[in-house]
């Protein structure tokens, strides 16, 4: 099984189920904000912050506890209670910069969670949202769009979201898709990296690398750009922010997407990917490199490949990339010094392609461990040598205006 959330939208929603909603949204950042006040008063007095459950308890009168269904109301609860762990967590580590969760916009509308028995899905793409007693009508019937692309499967949760650039009302359904997995078929290699933020190999003899300096060019510039700015919380830095975000989710995105169409093209039942575990361990780059290091979104690309490659029958399997950017694929014997210059592998008379070697013996150590032989495949290792470069490329060229982009083969 595999758990997927779809957005849909809200669509011929009347006058007063759009006050209705807005209630809900409403009532939600009040609590919030309610239940923030409430944290700091105990802690002033006290020196303690209550948890969750102190908190249910002593917030369980409160009127806008009640205009929610109870789980809404200790979902937000919930949400806020991770928000001080996690902000603790980065103060017992040493960071000073960082804060508390503050408080919401007074005139913000918050995401309100409908669990198990606080919703019921019905044909035609509609949904039954049930309102506590607090209100005159105890349900609201809503119908959505879902994208054309989504099939739902059995529905865990719904979230009601609002948009306030677009004034609209979103779902965000959580539920449950059957994976089937292929069994037969090619194994896809991945080595993941900054100069070259993929380097693969297909057990056809298919390789390919997709640089990371269009990545790397979208951080350094909103980096520069923030830099400009006098505050982290004015407009301007917030608004960076968001656009940065919002850009490098879509990279992230359209990389992993590829990356499972590619494989479906070349019939492959397995990716292999580089363990993460220790990769910032004991590592020096330099103030620059070492930033550019722990900002990389090694773990986000493996997620977003892990559930896209799953939808298509496509396991993706983490392997220890220890010791294989150093191995030499021709007489398996590590040596530093093969690396001669970033990208380049000189060794046993061949001049590689380094990322792809790394890849290469990834492919190698996981067929040893599951006691698989691979058949012979002229031109395995020849591949690694010319391996096909993919660049991704967006529809405007100043990142300030940036819309969406794809990759393209280069010829």
């Known amino acids: ?38 944290r700091r008063s105990v802690w002033n007095e006290t020196g303690k912050i209550p948890g969750f459950a102190e908190q249910c308890r002593e917030l369980k009168a409160n009127r806008w506890y009640k205009l929610l269904p109870s789980q809404s109301s200790q979902e937000i609860l919930g949400e ?25 916009k007074k005139d913000s509308l918050s995401t309100v969670t409908f669990k198990q028995n606080a919703f019921e899905m019905l044909p035609g793409n509609r949904v039954k949202l049930k ?48 994976i089937k997995y292929s069994e037969i078929g090619n194994i896809m290699s991945l080595d993941l990296g900054i100069v070259n933020i993929i380097a693969g190999l297909i057990t056809d003899g298919f390789s390919f690398i997709v640089p990371g300096g269009e990545l790397l060019a ?14 982290s919380t004015s407009r ?5 922010n968001a656009k940065w975000g919002r850009q490098r ?3 992230l995105h359209v990389l992993t997407k590829w990356l499972v169409n590619l494989a479906i093209a070349h019939d492959v039942s397995t990716i ?5 575990k220790g990769i910032r361990a004991g590592k020096d780059w330099g103030d620059v490199g070492n930033q550019k290091l722990h900002a990389w979104p090694f773990s986000k690309i493996i997620s977003l490949l892990t559930y896209k490659a799953a939808l298509a029958g496509i396991r993706v399997i983490k392997v220890s990339e220890k010791s294989t950017s150093t191995t030499c694929p021709v007489c398996s014997r590590r040596t530093k010094k093969a690396r001669v210059y970033r990208g380049l592998f000189v060794h046993c008379g061949l001049a590689l392609n380094a990322d792809l070697v790394g890849a290469y013996n990834i492919l190698q150590r996981y067929l040893r461990e599951a006691g698989l032989t691979l058949p012979d495949r002229p031109g395995v290792v020849g591949a690694l040598a010319r391996p096909a470069v993919n660049l991704f490329v967006w529809r405007k060229t100043t990142p300030e205006g940036r819309e969406q982009g794809t990759f393209k083969q280069a010829a």
């Open 1 to 38: 099984m595999q758990t997927l959330t779809a957005k849909a939208k809200v669509v011929n929603l009347c006058d007063r189920d759009a006050l209705l909603l807005g209630l809900l949204g409403f009532a939600a950042t009040k609590l919030w904000n309610g239940a923030n006040h409430h």
């Open 80 to 104: 806020q209670d991770d928000s001080y762990r996690s902000w603790f967590s980065h103060r017992k580590n040493g960071n000073k910069n960082a804060h508390p969760p503050g408080f919401r």
């Open 131 to 178: 309102l506590p007693k607090t209100y005159a009508r105890q349900e609201i019937l809503l119908e959505y769009q879902l994208p054309p692309d989504v099939t739902l499967g059995k529905v865990q949760q719904v979230k009601l979201v609002y948009e306030p650039k677009t004034g609209d009302w979103y779902l965000h359904i959580t539920h449950k898709v059957m």
């Open 218 to 231: 979208l951080d350094r510039y909103f980096q520069k750009e923030k830099a400009k700015c006098t505050k």
């Open 236 to 240: 301007k830095c917030v608004r960076l």
């Open 249 to 251: 989710s879509h990279y």
């Open 272 to 276: 292999l990917v580089g363990e993460l």
